[in-house]
């Protein structure tokens, strides 16, 4: 058993949280989707604040620290289930995103935690902390470092600045076919298909990753500037069914139609879930004696 507060202060610390000042997509994104909705009842101030950090306070004591990439209605009632007073969920988004599905439904984007849950979480004194862009762009633990680990890119570079932090990772693999390096992306992020677009390479040999929500043009052309053969992401564009969602599709889609490169997309969660399994809820039992435990999404493309 540990403090709440120690390990609030360790992650503070270690993420930098209050560098980066309010989180530059969350501060946005989330009065938002609460809109109408008194979230500031619910969330801490530091998190009203800074949109990272510990967002709902709940008991002293902390038993086990559970981990996953968005609070969708699947992970939050298996937190609920699980959880014993005062446990600690880290997560990488604050909010829901429904992304969608490129062999299925669309998606709804950025979705509230139901009240229902919410009242649940704090009934039961759990805590919930979020970290969004100081996650994305750490230098020691980020999102996009452990997929480069699982491809053993070499010669890695950062680059993409974002509010003040590199959102890019770039370098060089073994030569691999694309069909070779979508099968090896479905291994690794155990889904049933990629998104795929663009050219269709017999030889990959550098790559860039961009964790998470990749379909920016700008990201595009600066990737493209670096003689990139592979765009690795979890959404290379929208499946959003809204008219932004639709304008954003349409816009990535006339530049990876007309793009030298290929573009994998492995779904925004998966591709954001293994920096939490394998890098920050080990760095926590490291440095804390406590159980830790993960909590995956049955669909990935959600
Ligand atoms: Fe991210
Ligand atoms: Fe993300």
Redesign the pocket.
Known sequence: MIKRDDLVIFLNNYFSIEKYGPDPSMSRMVPMVYENFEWNKYFTQYFSNYFNGLMIEGGENVNTVFGSVFPTEEVLENFIKDSKEGDFLFL??PIDMECGDPQGLSGRAFLPIKKDQLDKIIQKKLSIYSC??P??CHNEIN?NLPIAKKLNVKNKNYFINVAGGF?GLLGDIDPISKVDLENKLKDIFDIPYIDFGGKIKDKIVKVAII???GDKVDFFKEVEENNVDAYITGEIHSHIDNERGKNKMKEALEYINNSDMSFFGVSHAAS?FLVIKNEVLPLISNNFNILIKDLPLTNWWH
């Open positions: 990488h988004h969004h862009h996650l994305d999102t959102v964790a998470g929500s954001e």
